[in-house]
């Protein structure tokens, strides 16, 4: 099983609403990553959580906040996003690559934002 | 800052041509990883290469590693309208658990 599922596929939401985007695998993965994706560009990442513990966060503006309850699941709480925020925000989850030090990442189906 | 380039940016070819896409980079990555992009979904792992020279085969897909470990190219042999889509690079370092995205190759096979 390689699946990384993601909920909502789509959310529409206004400039003072607060609302929350949900991750989920089931691989044992101890990496997880949140992406945006603006169209026709590559993904962009915002955060990573290692072993449950934020690891890297991009200088991403606060109105994103991401959370992560336990190894297998994800959140990224979202509240006063400007109508720029509007993207397919990606979520993955990684594993060591047997034998290296390398990580393979995988990715959910996505959900698409849109800002009104 | 580590940079892949990938090229051609698009490629639209007709039904069973063959084509090939690379991604070069200046800098060594640990492995490096393909992805394959439909509009509005997530991509989609195809393939990791994690040795220098490293060819992998997936059915008409064929993937090198370059010796330097800079560089990686995607062949499609006999394309078919269903291979359409955005095609990505990511290079990973070492130990470190992000990517570096290439630019990506939109691809269009023509029926």
């Known amino acids: 099983d390689t699946e990384v599922t993601q909920t909502p596929k789509h959310l529409v939401m206004g400039m003072t609403n607060k609302k929350s985007l949900k991750c989920e695998q089931h691989?044992?993965?101890?990496?997880m990553y949140w992406y945006k994706q603006k169209a026709k560009k590559p993904p962009e990442l915002m955060f990573v959580?290692?072993?449950?513990?934020?690891?890297i966060n991009e200088s991403v503006p606060s109105r994103f906040s991401p959370e992560c309850p336990n190894s297998s699941l994800l959140n990224l709480h979202l509240h006063a996003l400007q109508p720029e925020d509007s993207a397919l925000y990606l979520c993955?989850?990684?594993?060591?690559?047997?034998?290296?030090?390398?990580?393979?990442?995988?990715f959910g189906p996505g959900t698409r934002l849109t800002v009104t | 800052t580590q940079l892949l380039e990938q090229s051609p940016q698009f490629l639209s070819i007709q039904e069973g041509e063959n084509l090939t896409v690379y991604c070069n980079s200046s800098?060594?990555?640990?492995?490096l990883q393909w992805y394959r992009q439909e509009p509005g979904e997530g991509p989609v792992l195809l393939v990791t290469?994690?040795?220098?020279?490293e060819v992998k085969k997936l059915k008409r897909l064929t993937f090198q590693f370059g010796d330097a470990r800079k560089d990686s190219s995607l062949h499609i042999t006999a394309a078919q309208p269903g291979d359409t889509g955005l095609y990505l690079c990511?290079?990973?370092?070492?130990?470190?658990?992000?990517?570096?995205f290439g630019t990506g190759t939109r691809l269009t096979i023509i029926p």
């Open positions: 993955a989850s990684s594993r060591l690559f047997p034998g290296t030090g390398s990580y393979e990442q995988y």
């Open positions: 691989m044992g993965h101890r990496a």
């Open positions: 959580y290692s072993y449950e513990k934020l690891s």
């Open positions: 800098s060594v990555f640990s492995s």
């Open positions: 290469v994690v040795t220098g020279g």
């Open positions: 990511a290079g990973a370092g070492f130990g470190n658990e992000k990517l570096t």
